[in-house]
């Protein structure tokens, strides 16, 4: 076994790819996962192997994170004693941890903002050289409040015990409320901005590592309470970047200088799904599928409708392509996903994004980010583009595990991993086989009724896999940890 996680270990330092992956990120930092959803394309899997028999996987548990929850948890890079540490970033605070023979535990962190309840943040940023991104996003120009950007680093170099320092900061002033960011191809950071619901326009724009502000672009809302902020984005290769908002997916270019719309899909993601406070129109951050010459580029994100649709969008229309009659013609096509159901009217039955492998999507039944309730409900389904037709293909439905956030995917034991509620205020984690769905792995985490900051509960975070085989992700207030023996 062990020499099975030394050989994917390798391939993942090598850039490990079998044509379907895209090209890794070379500003990136050095890491088993280093960015939200895993890589630029927002694809959710792993090379590493994780647990496959729940015996041999003991539980460890960090309480005492305050500031409340972090979507995302990463990898650092190597430290020079080869040690790793762990970053989370959630409301108020910016978190570094190392993992000890007793469990993980904070060795640094910084107090960022005392609001957590108006600056709730979903996203920071890590390159290399132990470099990270955290931000602000409060915007009140009445009270001369603003978006800010923090650069930190360790105070003292190459230490893992280092404390944390702001080395440097951006002010985006009257850009607006920007919560979402990415680093390109070209180790600059791109961001956009939200547009308070319709009411002002959605500003995107690219600054330096140094902070200098290279470019924006502003887009003019189409009214009608269309919203832009609710979803991250990827980025490709060329530096292009895919933006949703609630009623088109816009493709934007970037050249080096100038920052141009290279093209924009109307298409209706909110139909006859819930108007709830965060139902915005697709709860999912899009994903890129295909990579390298001959394959189909697509765009993948699940619609907002009462039953839920999974769609593809071009990236690249094929030259023999045919328009679907009423339908753009960058729109792939869609199939509806059998497990989903709405369980309030403020969320989509689908919030957390799709796991992506190859021409392959999984992706689960949502239950809210804040406690699962008695009773949540179930299902998790994975779905095919098949190339040779240009359509979606139903490969199973597993109606019978809740896996509440966004799952990720081991080539290394070919399981998809997550983690649910079950009846009792039981929490459990299990891995389907990718190929089945079948239950393959589940381990009892832990009993909690707690509604909010419940220490097991998954609000829709993500799953990291560390060269040991070991899964960690984020609970309320806490980090769980799935230690491989």
């Known amino acids: 076994m062990k020499r099975i996680l030394l050989l994917f270990g390798l391939l993942f330092e090598l850039g490990f790819s079998q044509g379907f992956e895209p090209p890794p990120n070379p500003h990136l930092a050095t890491s088993p996962w280093s960015i939200y959803h895993g890589n630029s394309a927002r694809q959710s899997f792993s090379v590493l192997a994780g647990p496959t028999k729940e015996d041999l996987v003991e539980v460890k548990l960090l309480k005492g994170i305050k500031g409340g929850t972090s979507p995302w948890t990463y990898f650092t890079e190597k430290y020079p004693n080869g040690q790793r540490a762990l970053l989370q970033s959630n409301s108020t605070h910016f978190y570094k941890i190392l993992d000890t023979k007793s469990g993980p535990r904070i060795v640094s962190k910084l107090k960022i903002n005392k609001d957590w309840l108006k600056s709730f943040g979903w996203n920071f940023l890590q390159t290399k050289g132990n470099v990270w991104y955290t931000y602000d996003p409060k915007y009140n120009p009445a009270k001369n409040q603003y978006t800010r950007l923090f650069k930190i680093e360790d105070k003292n170099k190459g230490n893992p015990y280092s404390s944390l320092v702001i080395k440097d900061t951006f002010n985006f002033g009257t850009i607006g409320k920007v919560q979402h960011f990415g680093i390109n191809y070209s180790g600059q950071i791109v961001f956009a901005s939200d547009n308070d619901k319709g009411k002002s326009d959605c500003t995107v724009g690219v600054l330096s590592s140094q902070f200098e502000l290279l470019d924006t672009l502003k887009i003019q809302s189409l009214g009608n309470n269309e919203i832009f902020g609710h979803n991250a984005f990827p980025i490709d290769e060329n530096n292009s970047f895919y933006i949703l908002s609630s009623k088109r997916l816009i493709r934007f270019d970037w050249d080096g200088q100038k920052l141009t719309v290279a093209f924009e899909v109307p298409y209706d993601f909110v139909g006859d799904g819930p108007r709830g406070r965060w139902a915005e129109g697709s709860g999912t951050t899009p994903t890129l599928m295909g990579f390298g010459e001959d394959h189909d580029k697509l765009v993948i994100l699940a619609d907002g409708h009462e039953k839920n649709n999974l769609i593809a969008f071009w990236r690249e229309v094929p030259e023999d392509w045919i328009p679907i009659e009423g339908q753009h013609i960058y729109f792939a096509g869609k199939i509806q996903l059998p497990a989903t159901k709405r369980f309030s009217k403020k969320f989509q039955s689908i919030e957390n994004s799709p796991t992506v492998y190859g021409y392959d999507v999984a992706i689960a039944q949502f239950n809210g980010f804040l406690g699962q309730g008695k009773n949540p409900l179930k299902g998790v389904q994975k779905v095919r583009w098949k190339t040779e037709t240009n359509q979606f293909q139903l490969q199973w439905v597993n109606t019978d595990i ?84």
């Open 402 to 485: 809740n896996m509440n956030g966004v799952l990720t995917y081991s080539l290394g034991s070919n399981l998809v991993y997550g983690s649910g509620r079950e009846e009792g205020c039981n929490y459990y984690y299990y891995g389907l086989d990718w190929t089945t769905g079948e239950l393959k792995f589940r381990k009892f985490l832990g009993r909690s009724c707690k509604k909010l900051f419940n220490p097991y509960d998954d609000g829709g975070n993500q799953q990291i896999i560390d060269e040991d085989g070991s899964i960690y992700f984020s609970g309320g207030g806490s980090l769980v940890k799935l230690e491989q023996q």
